[in-house]
């Protein structure tokens, strides 16, 4: 196998050493992805141009140097005979449609059904097309069908957590019933029949207050409203129940 060939890029060993058509100098094909002027020649890298190194041939017959100059027709064979300071191209590989890398022309139908680049769509039916190599990122962030844990325990489906977390979730914060009436208190949803226990006499002069109050203003005001006078001993029902 190819190796100490030195990336143009990170100026490391290449990984998966890839040749650009513009000079041939060599770069990682992680590295390469990310160039759109050679460093070496400052010319306009085309990422479809770029060949891979072939892995087939002795180290000894590769040599990489400022003067090398790529010829993409030729070929070194697997004996080694050849021009030395040359960077060997395989032309039998081609640059796969969904940019994953190189792939041999002879596979590239096979290859492309089952890349990890190749747009599917989402095993959990919400309709997106995605990428395998994006798949667990859209579940973990973005798939409405897909189950996500809550902090109460339970696992929910993610279009339907804002609903549980409103009106379900027992570690939710939610306000005192008698908030209306006066009662500050903030708790989780499933202390909410202790503070109730807890608060009762609270609760009771809240009401009365309330209740007193209203009856007041409606000697006050003189309102003949049907939906205020009903108030009052709805009011009394709550003191009776708390």
């Known amino acids: 196998m190819i190796e100490n060939l030195q990336c143009s890029y990170c100026g490391y060993n290449a990984k998966n050493p890839v ?9 990682c094909w992680e590295c ?22 072939d892995d087939d041939y002795e180290e000894e ?15 070194m064979n697997g004996n080694g005979n050849g021009v030395n300071n040359v960077v ?22 096979q290859h492309e059904n089952v890349c990890r680049y ?3 769509p989402c095993l959990k039916g919400c309709g997106t097309i995605i990428s395998e190599e994006s798949y ?14 809550c902090s109460c325990g339970k696992t929910i489906t993610r279009k339907f957590m804002n609903e549980h977390i409103r009106d379900r979730c027992p570690n939710t914060i939610v306000s005192c019933p008698y908030s209306k009436y006066g009662c500050n ?8 029949e202790q503070h109730i226990n807890d608060a009762k006499d609270e609760h009771i002069n809240l009401l009365q207050n309330a209740a007193d109050n209203f009856n007041n203003n409606n000697n006050n005001n003189n309102n003949d409203n049907n939906n205020d006078n009903n108030l009052y001993p709805q009011l009394f029902d709550q003191i009776n129940n708390v």
């Open 19 to 27: 040749v650009v058509d513009c000079c041939g100098s060599v770069y």
């Open 32 to 53: 390469v992805v990310n160039v759109s002027n050679c460093r070496n020649c400052n010319k306009n890298v085309d990422i479809l141009k770029v060949k891979s190194v």
């Open 61 to 75: 017959n590769v040599i990489v140097n400022e003067d090398i100059n790529v010829q993409d027709n030729y070929h």
């Open 88 to 109: 060997v191209v395989d032309d039998e590989y081609m640059m796969c449609k969904y940019m994953c890398g190189f792939i041999k022309k002879s596979d590239q139908f």
């Open 118 to 120: 190749s747009p599917k």
């Open 136 to 149: 667990q990122k859209h579940l973990h962030e973005e798939c409405i069908l897909a189950d996500v844990p």
């Open 185 to 192: 208190s903030l708790f989780q949803r499933d202390l909410m």
